[in-house]
């Protein structure tokens, strides 16, 4: 196994006068999980799309378990498409077996595992049931399915939390923790914010077809001063000095970046001022402060639109 | 190329199951019965009126007593039993008799009815002789008024095809073979056109271009198609034969094509997949551009106009073996099967065959590969600017 599952370079990818990737570099490690989190319409599914060899990008270069050819790996790589798209006539247990079949497991093993598969998921009696007399929720958990039957050292997942409900969301978590803990590389797109905090290793940030942030979520959080919650007893007096030039009143609470000098410096002065320091709380800036940091005002305020329409559906 | 293959086989297997075991297929096989039907009805009431117009003559060479006497014999059977079911007789007076099928006009003869009332002969075709034998046989023994001992007995004398009227007979063979190539092909071609409907309307295509070559999927739809449509014409002959066996008791003779009944009929199959494949391959190609039906039904009509104009090409081109517009027809991919079907009619020789097919096979796969590229530059808005869209057809998959 490559020490990188997929490293890219560079990625452009040009639709008419808009350039949907603007120069994409994303280094993905061998078995960890990478979410790449974004708007709708920054440029997500297509770096996906890049990466997997559906399309081929404009310029720059990209490595998939250690091939630029992608589709020399595709037996090695699950791909679940943001767009769920499953024969209507096909029985549940087939579908998964032919999405194997597609990826290099014979047919009749694929029959075999998707039984199995959809036993352990609660999905027994579907088996032989046709796609279209399934539920939504019960087709996505055979398309699903039918990405990890051939048992992928890779799995792509675009946007998979969409459209499923809480305790789903919930069951796919699960199963992309246990995919991870077997050793395979899990990459997946997502606008939520939380999805990525909780799953992801390492994450990118994308906007406006850039990547302006990779790296752990921790790394992102970092790129935030940490904020600093005062609560005085005085309203004023000469300890106001002491107080960083973005802090902010709020009643007898102030809210301030901490200094790059530390906690310390300012305490002493705080007390020294007699400012009365009732209460003082350090907190870390979330995921979302580091987005909107990051990525921008605008970009945030997509995204948050974009978990709210999902949330609403 | 072997995972390719592999890939194509995938989704041909899936593609044949869900068109075969589909309840739509079997609407699909009844869809030729009634016109099938209602054409044999028609076939053999005109066949009836062919028979009752153009009534079987036969040249008469015997001394002027007999001759008289047979045509005496012949119109009183003729009143008997009705003149369409007594063959017609014109004296010809001649010092060789099977000169009578050879010559000018008189080639309209099914054969010659010669000899001596005593000792009758009859020359024709072999399987003439079998057709008219008995009829004639009850002609001489009512023309020998019962004078004779033993009934009468025709020696036969069989005479293959003049030079003529076997080519002439082959030409037939072209035609019909032709025709019904053509009609094969445009009946069943222009399905291709909403193929890849279904994976587009239902996403499935992205699955299948992450997993799989473009080419594969092009390669296994077409494959599946053609499978179905040879399914189809299988189930259709296998009717057709048994209604023509019972309504008209026995096959209808076809001359014999020049490269004999089996590699005709061999030839017949590998061109008719090469036709289907050749237009099938287009029709994919242009209906993967569509993403609704409707956009495929509006594009359904250039599509059968393009295989009218390859089918008048090839038709032209049946009477003019050897000619530069055969020769065009022949080596124009998509007229090049019914061409050459043609060609095996008339002309000996495996040869050529071969080599069509093999530059027909070239052209199928030119064709996918340059329809997946199609797909993949407008469809999958996959355009790569580093290579033109020529150069990307010998590139990989």
Redesign the interface.
């Known amino acids: 196994m490559t020490a990188n599952a997929i490293e890219a370079h560079g990625l452009v990818k040009i ?1 008419g006068r808009q350039r949907a990737v603007d120069g994409v570099d994303l280094t993905v490690p061998a078995g960890s999980i990478f979410g790449i989190l974004g708007p709708n319409g920054a440029g997500k599914t297509t770096t996906l ?1 890049m990466l ?7 310029e720059g270069t990209r490595t998939l378990l250690g091939t630029d ?1 992608p ?1 020399d790996v ?1 037996r090695r ?1 699950g ?1 679940l ?1 943001e ?8 029985k549940a247990y087939d579908a998964i077996a ?2 194997g ?4 497991l014979p ?1 009749a093993e694929g029959r075999k595992r998707g039984r199995a598969m959809l036993e352990e998921h609660g999905l027994g009696k579907a088996a032989d049931k046709e796609v279209r007399t399934l539920s939504k929720g019960m087709a996505q958990t055979v398309q699903l399915l039918g990405t990890l039957v051939h048992d992928p050292e890779l799995i792509v997942l675009d946007e998979p939390f969409s459209g499923l409900d809480a305790l789903n969301q919930a069951k796919l978590e699960r199963l992309i923790r246990a995919q991870a803990d077997r050793g395979v590389t899990v990459i997946f797109s997502t606008h939520v914010i939380a999805h990525a905090e909780r799953l992801c290793e390492r994450i990118a940030i994308i906007a406006n077809g850039k990547v302006p942030f990779t790296g752990s979520v921790s790394d992102a959080r970092d790129r935030l001063r940490p904020q600093v919650r005062l609560e005085t007893r005085a309203l004023d007096g000469p300890w106001r000095a002491a107080l960083p030039a973005d802090a902010a009143p709020e009643g007898h609470f102030w809210h301030f970046t901490l200094p790059e000098t530390g906690v310390e410096p300012l305490l002493r002065a705080l007390i020294e001022g007699e400012a009365g320091i009732q209460s003082l709380s350090i907190e870390r800036p979330g995921l979302h402060d580091a987005f909107v940091a990051i990525a921008g005002a605008d970009a945030a305020r997509q995204l948050e639109a974009d978990q709210q329409e999902a949330a609403d559906a | 190329m072997p995972e390719l293959l592999r890939a194509a086989w995938v989704i041909a297997r899936r593609d044949f199951a869900a068109i075969i075991f589909s309840k739509a297929f079997f609407f699909f096989l009844l869809g030729p019965v009634f016109p099938l039907a209602i054409g044999i009805a028609a076939g053999s009431i005109g066949g009836q009126v062919a028979r009752d117009i153009d009534q079987p003559s036969f040249a008469l060479v015997m001394s002027a007593g007999e001759t008289q006497a047979v045509l005496k014999a012949r119109a009183a059977l003729a009143q008997q039993l009705g003149e369409s079911r007594v063959p017609m007789l014109a004296a010809v007076e001649t010092d060789d008799p099977q000169s009578a099928l050879d010559s000018g006009n008189d080639s309209r003869f099914l054969g010659v009815l010669t000899g001596s009332l005593a000792k009758p002969q009859l020359i024709g075709t072999e399987s003439e002789i079998m057709r008219w034998k008995g009829p004639l046989e009850l002609l001489v023994e009512r023309a020998r008024a019962g004078g004779a001992a033993a009934p009468a007995t025709l020696e036969t004398r069989t005479v293959a095809q003049s030079a003529g009227s076997q080519e002439q007979g082959r030409l037939v063979t072209a035609q019909v073979g032709q025709a019904l190539l053509v009609l094969l092909t445009m009946l069943l071609a222009g399905m291709v056109l909403s193929n890849l409907v279904e994976e587009k309307t239902n996403k499935i295509i992205e699955i299948l271009a992450a997993a799989v070559p473009i080419d594969a999927i092009f390669l296994g739809k077409l494959f599946a198609m053609l499978g179905m449509a040879l399914i189809g014409i299988a189930c259709w002959t296998a009717l057709a034969l048994g209604a023509i066996l019972i309504a008209a008791n026995g096959l209808p003779a076809l001359p014999t094509p020049a490269t004999g009944w089996p590699l005709f009929l061999a030839l017949g199959v590998g061109y008719f997949a090469m036709a289907y494949l050749l237009l099938g391959s287009l029709f994919l190609g242009i209906g993967a551009m569509a993403s609704t039906v409707r956009e495929v039904q509006t594009l359904s009509m250039p599509a059968t106009m393009g295989q009218l104009l390859f089918f008048f090409l090839a038709s032209y081109s049946v009477t003019r073996l050897g000619e530069p517009i055969e020769l065009v027809a022949v080596a124009f991919p998509f007229s090049s099967p019914f061409a050459m079907l043609a060609r095996a009619a008339q002309q000996d020789g495996l040869w050529q065959h071969l080599l069509a097919l093999g530059w027909q096979a070239f052209w199928v796969l030119l064709l996918i590969r340059f329809g997946a590229k199609l797909f993949r530059r407008n469809v999958l808005k996959s355009g790569s600017g580093k290579r033109g869209l020529i150069a990307g057809l010998f590139a990989r998959p």
């Open positions: 639709f799309r997997l060899g559906i399309v081929d990008p404009d050819h589709l595709a790589v791909y498409p767009e769920r798209g499953l024969y209507p006539s096909m032919f999405m079949a597609l990826r290099g047919l």
